[in-house]
């Protein structure tokens, strides 16, 4: 890596469950990657790079291109982060016996034939002298049912159920941008704030984050290349790769690969695997392209490499989309008869986890508590919606969607407040947007009786209000009936629930407008 070039390392922290959704499962469900996409942190940055100069993206200024779309600077994948380091992902020539003892020998399919049958490590691995630590991200599953605007619950019309398989949260990946060295103090800037939301399902409990920037380094590599004199090199795929034939369609197969490392390189043998990559443009509202593409942790072994060629693979990457963390490559692989092979422990919750009581109550293994009570806490919020009903006498969207802006970013916050919720109502109390919200009506019902009864009315306006100034015995109090503990009717716990609320409030008057405009 040339001088002119400047890593910056950053760290991201899951505070949520996260969907990267990749194209894999059913159409009844989104299955995330087990990687946080380097097209995602572009999307990031680009959201607070226009934040920060409260204007639109002016696509053709060419500051803007070289930070976000030429392929000067270019934004690696987040990858686990295991034994205090950016792992990498696991060559897939890399096995071991199917059948091994607990602490199983590491064989490289390439320089070793055996006849016992053979499995191979999926996931990320971290070397740190001589000790490979082999892991993959902890996932968490969590099924769901759609919901009726107008109900505001499952319907025979309307109660599809899917599923979420995210990226269990209280999990931290390490990523890298390599850019201009001029250019790293203004990234680096738009990376020290340090909450974010990633990914899909925001709303719905999902993708808060915390970023913390680590150094900028120069000299920086990916994975340390060896000295050889060998007359070929082992080059392994350490992001997916993108090529395109010499006439244009995207092909994963060998001849393209040959033809993309350059004029003289032969590929003598591999281990490879494809798989579909795509994206989605929220600025569009659409999903990007798909296409094939070579599988990270691919090995081939190559014949005829040059240093031009090693430099300009890991300086520029391989094949397309290197600016997304596509293309890049690994030369070399320590010799396996030399590492000792360890597993990656579970994730547990955190002590910063509000439901670590879940182990205690249940007995259960520290991460399977941490599931069921984050289900528990979906029902109890669940069923407390299912109380309520909306109407409206003139009530709009818009008003709705800036009183739930002030929600998101309190929820964003390390301590979570409703000082941004009481100053924006007091701000528009006196205003359209305060009338507008109190023309929007909040009734609960109490459905334990053979008929249900109307409990309270009130406005959105003074509802909100009302929560905002609730203590934890008073949280406590209206969502009685349960056997939760006190810890977990907390400000947080609130407005998350305020949230949902005006989350369903918006469905239901989109609802209500889209039946006004039927002929």
């Known amino acids: 890596m040339t001088t002119s070039i400047t890593a910056i390392r950053y760290r991201i922290t899951l505070r949520e469950p996260a969907i990267l959704t990749a194209l894999d499962g059913d159409p009844n469900s989104s299955v995330s990657y087990d990687f946080i996409p380097g097209s995602v942190l572009r999307g990031l940055l680009i959201g607070r790079w226009i934040a920060q100069t409260r204007a639109d993206l002016e696509v053709n200024d060419p500051l803007v291109q070289r930070y976000f779309f030429n392929g000067q600077t270019r934004f690696l994948n987040g990858y686990l982060v295991q034994q205090d380091r950016r792992s990498l992902p696991t060559p897939l020539s890399w096995q071991t016996p199917k059948y091994a003892p607990e602490t199983p020998r590491l064989v490289d399919a390439f320089s070793e034939i055996s006849d016992a049958k053979m499995k191979r490590w999926e996931g990320f691995f971290a070397q740190t002298a001589g000790k490979i630590t082999i892991g993959q991200p902890t996932r968490v599953m969590n099924i769901h049912t759609q919901r009726s605007p107008e109900a505001g619950r499952a319907t025979l019309d309307e109660g599809a159920v899917y599923r979420y398989d995210a990226l269990a949260p209280h999990q931290t990946f390490e990523a890298v941008i390599l850019c201009q060295s001029n250019d790293a103090a203004s990234l680096e800037d738009l990376i020290k704030r340090t909450h974010a939301s990633l990914g899909g399902a925001r ?19 990916e994975f340390p290349t060896p000295k050889s004199s060998s007359q070929t090199l082992t080059l392994t795929l350490a992001s997916d790769v993108i090529l395109r034939d010499a006439s244009g369609h995207y092909r994963a197969d060998l001849e393209t690969l040959t033809q993309a490392l350059g004029a003289g390189v032969k590929i003598e043998d591999s281990v490879q695997r494809t798989r579909l990559v795509g994206g989605f443009n929220r600025s569009w509202g659409m999903p990007l392209p798909q296409s094939p593409a070579l599988k990270m942790g691919s090995t081939f072994i190559l014949s005829g490499m040059t240093s031009q060629h090693i430099t300009r693979l890991l300086e520029h990457g391989l094949g397309e989309r290197c600016l997304d963390g596509f293309g890049r490559v690994m030369i070399g692989l320590p010799s396996t008869e030399t590492l000792t092979l360890t597993q990656r422990e579970e994730v547990e919750p955190t002590a910063a986890s509000p439901i670590q009581w879940a182990a205690a109550l249940k007995g259960e293994t520290p991460v399977f508590a941490h599931r069921l009570a984050q289900q528990q806490l979906e029902q109890l919020l669940e069923q407390k919606l299912q109380m309520l009903t909306f109407t409206s006498r003139g009530g709009k969207r818009h008003a709705v ?38 023309k929007v009506s909040v009734v609960q019902w109490d459905r334990s009786g053979p008929e249900p009864k109307i409990l309270e009315r009130s406005s959105l306006f003074d509802w909100v209000s009302t929560w905002s100034r609730f203590n934890a015995a008073q949280l406590r109090e209206s969502f009685k009936g349960n056997n939760l503990p006190d810890t977990i009717f907390d400000v947080r716990f609130a407005i998350r629930f305020v949230d949902l609320v005006l989350l369903r409030v918006t469905e239901s008057l989109l609802s209500s407008d889209q039946k006004e405009r039927k002929p």
């Not at 709303?203 to 590599?221: H, K, L």
């Not at 301590?415 to 009338?435: I, M, P």
């Open 401 to 438: 969607n800036r009183l739930r802006s002030e929600t998101q970013m309190s929820l964003q916050q390390p301590t979570a407040s409703w000082a941004n919720v009481v100053s924006f109502l007091a701000d528009v109390q006196k205003k359209r947007a305060g009338d507008l919200l109190k």
């Open 203 to 221: 709303s719905a409990g999902y993708g808060a984050a915390e970023i913390v920037y680590v150094a900028s380094e120069t000299g920086w590599s």
